[in-house]
């Protein structure tokens, strides 16, 4: 006979009230500041929540509409198609023995590249911050450079679409020259190998034979440009007066070619179109 189960004291009983109390409480309070933070958001005293919530119904309608189109369709299923065949190809790659020294190279990579990422993080601020600077200052360029990249690309696509009729036609051709050549290379194959062994192990011992001296080198070439920084200092301060003096020289005789160049291509506009009616001279006055 099972025997009854004790029934719980009045303690128990007490604080599995108080439990329950606090609990609810709490469920309670969290409920009351979501409510809050809804009416705080779209609270239509001002009008602003109203807004909001019609924006909301407005995007969300014309995203299922737009959801529901062909071509969303068509690039989903290559989404979920892609991710399909991700995961059926990776999970094979991800348990193959290959892919066990791949995950020891990114470890190790991982390893000794953080604390040198670490230590160039202030230099790749400030050059992002100066090639940002840089895209800004030439952004006049761009539409130029657009136009340029087109025509050259509107040059070259019937030289590309001609060469691919071309290798399109020669198709035997081609793969009777692929043949060849592999019958050509494939015996050579082993005897690479074996000349890239032995090339191997030749410069292994050449570099561990060149590491000392090199090192003592290049602690020499540390210790004198040690030495010799207060002179590339003086030369570089040099150089820089000598191109501040200079500006002024290179100022002058850019605008002047530039007043020439004007003032030949004005004459030259007006000799290869006169005016219309005779007697008009055309006058430049340098700038």
Do not use: C, W
Request: no cysteine; hydrophobic share 50%; glycine share 6%.
């Amino acid at each position: 006979m099972a025997t009854i189960p004790s029934l719980p004291s009045r303690d128990d009983v007490a604080r599995i009230a108080r439990n329950t109390t606090d609990i609810t409480g709490q469920l309670l309070d969290t409920a009351g500041n979501i409510t809050r933070i809804a009416i705080n958001t779209f609270d239509p005293r001002d009008g602003s929540g109203a807004e909001v919530l019609r924006v909301l119904r407005e995007t969300t309608a014309e995203l299922a509409e737009a959801s529901a189109s062909p071509e969303a369709q068509e690039a989903f299923y290559r989404i979920v198609d892609t991710l399909t065949r991700l995961g059926t190809s990776g999970a094979p790659l991800a348990v193959h023995p290959v892919s066990e020294p791949a995950q020891a190279l990114l470890a190790a990579l991982g390893d000794s590249l953080l604390p040198v990422l670490d230590a160039v993080e202030p230099a790749v601020e400030e050059a992002a911050e100066a090639l940002g600077e840089l895209v800004e200052a030439t952004s006049p360029l761009l539409p130029a450079a657009a136009g340029l990249s087109a025509g050259v690309l509107l040059a070259l696509a019937p030289l590309i679409r001609a060469a691919a009729d071309v290798l399109r036609d020669s198709s035997p051709e081609l793969r009777r020259i692929a043949d060849a050549l592999t019958a050509a290379v494939a015996p050579l194959l082993p005897l690479q190998v074996a000349l890239a062994e032995r090339a191997a192990a030749a410069g292994a011992g050449v570099v561990r034979a060149a590491l000392p001296p090199l090192a003592d080198l290049t602690e020499a070439a540390a210790a004198g440009l040690k030495a010799g920084r207060p002179l590339l200092i003086a030369g570089e301060e040099f150089v820089v007066s000598g191109l501040e003096q200079l500006q002024p020289v290179l100022l002058a005789s850019a605008s002047r070619a530039g007043r020439v160049a004007r003032a030949a291509a004005v004459r030259v506009s007006a000799a290869v179109s006169p005016a219309a009616e005779p007697g008009v001279v055309v006058a430049v006055q340098p700038v």
